[in-house]
């Protein structure tokens, strides 16, 4: 007899734990059948599904996990490979144990993974008696050693959240053993069969968080034709056009929110049942009253019963201040209880409430949970309504480690930990949670976002002076940022042009301190010492021109070229000089120099920085801040020998780096939107030079192929800045024409555009 089951992992009709109940039901119908026909006797001998099979919940991937139960007194070993030989001659994936009632439950004692296979068993075929004692049984043993059993629950979730990461931040998430994965919602599923905790609203929504990650499980599997539960980012758009999404972001965002709502439950539950544990042996901590009618007991705190909160709009606030500073768990019960009955803060606010949400996030890390929990029963969008198109929304970028809404509250505890360096710690928390606010609306996010914070700031009652500062944190939360890593420092005009549009210390303060704390939220890749030094370069620059100092104080204070450096030119030797992370070059003034040297610093798999180029009385100097690709000092000795033979024109560069490319491959694909190739020219900022800024994916040689244009064009870099952004590039050229002018002409700033582009289009599209 064959397993007929195509026809129901084809119908495509059937979705997630629908398609998973008839794929089991198919399974147990053959193997039923199967059973019968090979075993001759249904007395002291069954066949079982456990596992996820045994729930019900077999996806088209999934191992068949079953296991041949018998009685001391029944051998069992023939019947066993009378059963598996035919399921393997299937082509399935089987998991099997042949075990006595009395061992399995013998080794359930000490091994989780089989405690946990016995509370999902169900009969397929055999001695039904046999089974439900069994099954018995392993509940009674669970039961009786839940305390063992839970805490190794728990060290194994935490364990497997370190590994893995958090589902809801991931961009390719596990959606099995992440942090709000599948995996957590059966540890709950198993606590609760040793005591029954979880309330019904949490029931429920678990149940549909589950769901939604079954259905997008399901679909991985249909679209590989494999078992998998990592959804990596080239199947997203697949897997969300077969559940029916309009596109891989509203599948991931939908992700997301059950991944956080399973870990939002999960981590209340768990610390509910640590309560239980510890109770029956332990007297619990008294209740004290923290705000009058908010009482905290044992980390959870809850509004008494009597106390009346209809007719109080700052409850949800007072009581999130209270969880965050007493780092508690806000009681289920009064979390609804303020859903239902907590009344608008209505338009504007009181006095009260915008303190009262800057005391809430000055309490940093403390401050998001509460949010989050807000967050799941509506609440925090019933306090901020603009908050709403923010939820969950993912970002699909290896850059970005949060979805948009989670940013903002990373970036306001990390704002928090800097609010001794400003005058108004208020303003630079609230600004840091609404800086990227716009990102949950169509348009040019910052520009959303400025429109979006002057209503809200004013509904909130801050003064016009106040709206103004937190409208130009909002409008400037990227200039400091883009003039530190893409902006020459040394120039006049870098460092006036931010002052003009800055406009006062005191916002200059706020702006640094929230770059600071946006780029940690952003992801380890964002903030090192490199862009921190930049940073404070750029803020005490124009923090002294606008205390009214003069910008020659402070810009070309450390002169380039320096008196050594110009010595070193007037001996008019080749100078190639590596050391630490620092390259130098001196050099007869020739075209190409530059490209020439990053090519040589490519093949060698090092990374330029920042670069700056002086030329005087036909000898050219070239200072390069690099980094290795591997993390180790650069090879300095092979790297140098290379770059005198490119200098002297005697090393096929374009050649090895069309080997090097093969060899090493394209980066792999770490975002959904690829950063498309642009070229922007800015003639303001500088008044010495044009400004070329070039924003591509990152590949083996880039600045190479950008440099070696330019010097197509004849143009002479004077300085360079050079940003890797994970996989892609934002690089940064003062140029100018042979003669020390600008590049002016419109038809020649559009063929250095066209010739750009086209030497960073791939190699089949030039």
């Known amino acids: 007899m064959r397993l007929q089951r195509d026809e129901i992992l084809g119908n495509r009709s059937l979705q997630g734990r629908e398609l998973c109940r008839a794929h089991s039901a198919v399974l147990d119908q053959w193997l039923g059948s199967l059973y019968r026909a090979e075993v001759d006797t249904s007395v002291g001998l069954a066949l079982v599904a456990v596992g996820g099979y045994g729930r019900g919940e077999l996806a088209p991937g999934s191992d068949i996990d079953v296991m041949l139960v018998h009685d001391k007194s029944v051998d069992a070993t023939a019947v066993a490979e009378r059963l598996w030989y035919p399921i393997w001659d299937e082509g399935l994936k089987l998991g099997h144990s042949v075990r006595s009632v009395t061992d399995a439950l013998a080794l359930a004692a000490d091994d989780l993974e089989t405690a946990t296979a016995l509370l999902s068993m169900r009969l397929i075929g055999g001695d039904r008696e046999l089974v439900a004692e069994a099954s018995s049984q392993a509940l009674a043993q669970w039961r009786s050693g839940a305390k063992r059993y839970l805490a190794e629950l728990v060290d194994r979730a935490k364990s497997r959240h370190d590994e893995v990461g958090e589902l809801a931040f991931l961009l390719e998430p596990d959606l099995k053993n992440a942090r709000g994965g599948l995996r957590d919602v059966h540890a709950l599923r198993w606590a609760e069969l040793a005591e029954p905790i979880l309330p019904e609203a949490d029931s429920l929504g678990l149940e549909q968080s589950y769901g939604v990650l079954v259905s997008a499980r399901v679909a991985l599997h249909r679209h590989t034709g494999q078992a998998g539960n990592r959804l990596l980012l080239e199947r997203q758009d697949d897997v969300a056009a077969s559940l029916g999404y309009d596109d891989a972001d509203a599948l991931m965002a939908d992700v997301a929110t059950a991944g956080r709502s399973i870990a939002w439950t999960s981590d209340a539950t768990w610390h509910r049942i640590r309560r239980s544990l510890r109770g029956r042996r332990l007297r619990k901590p008294k209740p004290r009253e923290v705000l009058p009618g908010v009482v905290l007991e044992d980390r959870i705190i809850r509004i008494d019963h009597q106390t009346e909160i209809a007719e109080d709009p700052l409850a949800v606030l007072r009581l999130g201040v209270a969880a965050a500073t007493h780092q508690a768990f806000i009681d289920r019960a009064t979390l609804d209880r303020l859903a239902v009955e907590a009344p608008a803060l209505g338009d504007p606010w009181p006095d009260e409430a915008r303190g009262l949400l800057a005391d809430l996030l000055l309490t940093g890390d403390h401050a998001i949970a509460v949010i989050e929990a807000l967050d799941q029963v509506g609440l925090f969008h019933r306090l901020l309504p603009e908050w709403e198109p923010t939820r969950c929304r993912p970002q699909r970028n290896a850059y970005h480690t949060y979805t948009v809404d989670r940013h903002l509250l990373e970036a306001a505890a990390q704002a928090a930990r800097l609010a001794d360096r400003v005058d108004r710690p208020d303003l630079l928390v609230i600004g840091a949670l609404f800086h990227d606010i716009g990102k949950g609306y ?99 620059r124009v923090a002294h021109v606008l205390r009214g100092g003069a910008i020659a104080e402070v810009v070309g204070a450390e002169a380039f070229p320096t008196s050594a450096q110009r010595e070193l030119m007037a001996e008019k030797n080749l100078v190639l000089d590596g050391r630490g992370d620092t390259l130098t070059v001196v050099a007869p003034d020739r075209s190409g120099l530059f490209s020439r040297v990053a090519g040589v610093l490519a093949l060698n798999g090092v990374d330029i920085l920042e670069a700056s180029v002086y030329s005087e009385a036909s000898m050219a100097l070239e200072v390069f801040r690099v980094a290795s690709a591997y993390g180790a000092e650069p090879p300095w000795d092979r790297l140098l020998a290379d770059l ?77 800045k050079v940003q890797t952004l994970m996989y892609d590039v934002v690089d940064t050229f003062y140029v100018r024409n042979p003669d020390g002018s600008k590049v002016t002409d419109t038809d020649d700033l559009e063929e250095i555009e066209r010739g750009l582009l086209h030497a960073l289009a791939p190699p089949d599209r030039r």
């Open 442 to 540: 169509p348009g040019d996010h910052t520009e959303v976002g400025v429109d979006l914070v002057d209503g809200i700031a004013r509904r909130m009652g801050f003064d016009d002076d106040e709206v103004e500062v937190l409208v130009d944190m909002v409008r400037h939360h990227l200039l400091l940022p883009d003039a530190a890593t893409r902006r020459d420092l040394d120039d006049d005009g870098t460092i006036q042009s931010v002052a003009d549009q800055v406009g006062s210390l005191d916002t200059l303060e706020l702006l640094a301190a929230l770059t600071e704390a946006d780029s940690i939220a952003t992801s380890e890749a964002a903030w090192g010492t490199w862009k921190a030094g930049l940073l404070a370069t750029l803020v005490e």
């Open 644 to 720: 005198r033979r490119a200098v002297q024109g005697r090393l096929a560069i374009d050649a090895r780096l069309a080997d090097r490319r093969r060899t090493y491959g394209a980066p792999p694909v770490t975002s959904a939107r690829p950063l498309t190739p642009k070229v922007v020219v800015d003639n303001d900022t500088s008044m010495q030079a044009t400004v070329i800024e070039v924003s591509c994916p990152d590949r083996i040689g880039v600045l190479y192929r950008i440099t070696d244009a330019l010097h197509g064009f004849d143009l002479d870099i004077v300085s360079a």
